[in-house]
């Protein structure tokens, strides 16, 4: 059987590399990795420390990218690995522009194709963008579904696929966030302070384009808040890539005393620094479903979360991105012994760490 495995952002790659490790494992699999290359070095870290190298690499990022110019070339690209290589199924997960290429690239070939991170929704189009429509997009191309959680299931159930093409695996980012916990990691200077620091730590993601712009800048003024209000509080934010994302943090928060702007951490240090953290202020798909894991509460700063499951459990919470409402979150958190108690308990909703293996199974069955 031969797999084509497509990823191409830091999420793709992290949540494919199980798969690809785990099919490349099975006798009898020819698993060909390709990347479409819409980010460059934050992909690159995650494939190294995988050791995954991808044997078809499109190298399609440019800064500045729009949504449309990468979907085109990625589309292209990869119906051409499709043409070169015949493979048997197509395999992607989740989201992304690479993902959505990917389903519609399979489609156009009429080759197979498996969604893994399959039937996550908000409901709303727009919400988160353009995520939202890609997976809508990806899953009505797709022939197997993944779906990570029963509720991701019954969204597909719910929009008229067969039940007999859904599998519910768990997600395929826990079984990479597990292993990824025990492997030795080497810290840079500013991650080390971040661990050794004697008080509080609140490590800070966002990145959504949905938060471009004024959400962004309101997400900022709440951090800076914070980090005045509380003087025990070191707060670590690294930074995404996306020019527009950095432009928006550093303009705000560039030079204050407890506040560590960095480069995108490497994910094994991320992964001690979430283990390390207090709290947590994201508006990330992948640190929504990591951080239960670690027992460390999550403030979601999103409007609408396609990931309910952390909500339920007690453990995540949807705050938005008014400034005065994550400020308030945040402290009630850290000023109330009990409130936080609640929310720090490790839970895993997502996945069991197995997630691979189901998939692979399935794949191969
Ligand atoms: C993409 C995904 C989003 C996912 C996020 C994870 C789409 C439409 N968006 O958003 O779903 O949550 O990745 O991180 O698929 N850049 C670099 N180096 C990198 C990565 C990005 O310089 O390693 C810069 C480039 O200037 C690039 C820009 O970031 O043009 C935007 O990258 P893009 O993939 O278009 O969007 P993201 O915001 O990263
Ligand atoms: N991550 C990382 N370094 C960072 C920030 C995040 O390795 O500096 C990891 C994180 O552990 C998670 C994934 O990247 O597995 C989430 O990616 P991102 O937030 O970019 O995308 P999303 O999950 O929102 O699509």
Redesign the pocket.
């Known amino acids: 059987m031969k797999v084509l495995a497509v990823f191409g952002?830091?999420?793709d790659a992290?949540k494919m590399a199980p798969v690809i490790l785990e099919l490349q494992s099975r006798p009898g699999v020819q698993t060909i990795c390709l990347s479409t290359g819409q980010h460059r070095e934050?992909l690159d870290q995650?494939m190294t420390m995988f050791r995954i190298k991808p044997d078809i690499d499109l190298n399609i990022m440019q800064h500045g990218q729009t949504l449309a110019q990468t979907a085109c070339r990625a589309l292209e690209g990869i119906d051409q690995a499709i043409a070169e290589h015949q493979p048997d199924i197509v395999l992607a997960q989740?989201d992304?522009t690479t993902t959505f290429a990917a389903s519609l690239a399979a489609f156009y070939r009429q080759t197979t194709f498996g969604h893994v991170e399959a039937g996550l929704r908000t409901g709303n189009k727009r919400d988160p963008f353009p995520e939202e429509m890609n997976r809508l997009m990806t899953g009505l191309t797709a022939d197997l579904h993944f779906a990570p959680t029963r509720l991701a299931r019954q969204n597909l159930l719910n929009e008229g696929v067969n039940d007999d093409q859904i599998w519910v695996t768990g997600n395929t980012?826990i079984d990479?966030?597990l292993w990824i916990a025990r492997q030795p990691c080497k810290m840079d200077d500013e991650q080390n302070r971040a661990i050794d620091w004697p008080g509080r730590l609140l490590l800070v993601?966002a990145?959504?384009r949905e938060n471009w712009g004024e959400p962004m800048a309101r997400i900022a003024d709440a951090v800076a808040q914070l980090s005045t209000q509380f003087d025990d509080l070191l707060v670590f934010v690294?930074m995404?890539r996306n020019p527009t994302v950095r432009e928006a943090l550093k303009s705000r928060l560039e030079g204050m005393d407890r506040v560590v702007l960095t480069e995108?951490?490497?994910?094994a240090p991320?992964?001690q620094i979430?283990k390390r953290a207090d709290l947590i202020l994201t508006?990330?798909?992948?640190?929504q479903e990591?951080a239960p894991s670690f027992g460390v509460p999550v403030l979601v700063m999103r409007e609408t979360t396609e990931r309910p499951e952390g909500v339920e459990a007690g453990v995540a919470k949807l705050v938005g991105t008014d400034t005065e409402r994550i400020v308030q979150e945040a402290k009630r958190l850290l000023t109330d012994s009990d409130a936080y108690a609640a929310m720090a308990r490790a839970v895993n909703p997502y996945g069991d760490g197995q997630a691979a293996k189901r998939i692979a199974d399935t794949v191969l069955r």
């Open positions: 952002t830091r999420p992290i934050m995650v989740g992304t980012g990479a966030a993601t990145h959504r690294p995404h995108p951490a490497e994910y991320f992964t979430m508006d990330s798909g992948g640190v990591e």
